[in-house]
């Protein structure tokens, strides 16, 4: 009991916020796992079956299905349970991921996997969304200060130990079969996210928000076309927009260069994703661990500006 407890000052967990935290972290632990099966193999079949030139249409598809899913999620929240929402948006990416991998498996045709393909950033978009949105209905501002960054360690963990572990997977199976083990981790998120609801069903009640008050007035509807007038609102948009075309430029050129190098073989590209994308993940932790010093002796601007910087390096 004394371990135990010694474990939680080490974390900075109080006792009656432990349970929480640990279902949250091996729900996070879950979705890494999935999202780097997933995207390891949709990356490595959709460049076996298509041309550089094809990638950019994916972008733009997964860009309106992302929107759609935005829109519709957001007109049907308003009529269900907060539970109900989170159930049925797993319960959707978890059948939709698992019809695909077993319509990849059985026929190979091109149009599946473009969806597979063009299907990564939605899986990404309803996972991280629907996890973030428990994390802030069981915890208020206060304990999320402490704890956000602990509970999102767990995908980062899981990412680096699912990227690493693609090669040896791929010394038994094949590169679709990664889609299976995708579907099998979010099934286990399903799993996680039932007893989550279950065990705080009173926190994630849609009865009253944390920190809401029975006399706090009704704030005023600000209208989107003035905050488009709003030089704040403007440039803080661009500083959002701006980074997304960087990355999909450098995404879209590595991808190519990738269909270069390899040839055509699933299994060979995907096994160069998971050891390229494995220390790409310990890089990521590292910054995460290291940006917040670097930010607080050199500011902001020299952080906004280090990442072009080192992307003209070449």
């Given at each position: ?37 997933y ?20 972008f ?96 980062v ?51 009253k ?39 999909l430029?450098?995404?879209?050129l ?11 073989n ?8 998971g ?40």
């Amino acid at each position: 009991m004394k371990k135990d407890s010694r474990i939680l000052k080490l974390m900075n967990i109080r006792q009656e916020e432990a349970k929480a935290v640990f279902l949250l972290i091996a729900f996070s632990f879950l979705i890494g796992l999935t999202l780097s099966f997933y995207f390891t193999a949709s990356n490595a079949i959709f460049l076996k079956h298509f041309k550089p030139s094809m990638i950019p249409v994916s972008f733009i598809a997964s860009g309106i299905l992302i929107y759609l899913a935005w829109w519709i999620f957001s007109k049907s929240d308003r009529r269900v349970s907060f539970s109900v929402q989170v159930l049925v948006k797993l319960g959707f990416i978890f059948i939709t991921v698992l019809a695909i991998s077993i319509g990849v498996y059985l026929y190979n045709s091109s149009w599946l996997i473009f969806i597979m393909y063009t299907w990564v950033r939605i899986v990404v978009y309803i996972t991280l969304v629907t996890f973030w949105s428990m994390a802030g209905k069981i915890f208020n501002i206060r304990q999320g200060k402490r704890i956000f960054g602990l509970i999102g360690t767990g995908e980062v963990v899981s990412v680096m130990i699912g990227y690493f572990s693609i090669p040896l997977i791929l010394t038994f199976l094949k590169a679709n079969h990664l889609l299976f083990l995708a579907s099998g981790t979010l099934l286990l998120c399903l799993i996680i996210a039932t007893i989550i609801l279950r065990t705080f069903r009173n926190e994630l009640s849609d009865s009253k928000t944390k920190g809401e008050t029975g006399t706090e007035k009704k704030k005023p509807e600000t209208s989107y076309w003035k905050l488009v007038k709003e030089p704040y609102f403007m440039l803080i948009s661009l500083l959002a927009l701006l980074p997304i075309f960087g990355y999909l430029f450098v995404d879209f050129l590595f991808l190519a260069q990738t269909k270069l190098e390899f040839a055509n073989n699933p299994e060979t590209i995907a096994g160069f994703f998971g050891i390229f994308l494995g220390f790409v993940s310990v890089i990521e932790l590292l910054l995460k661990l290291f940006s917040g010093r670097f930010l607080n002796k050199y500011g902001i601007k020299p952080s906004l500006i280090s990442l072009p910087v080192i992307l003209l390096i070449p």
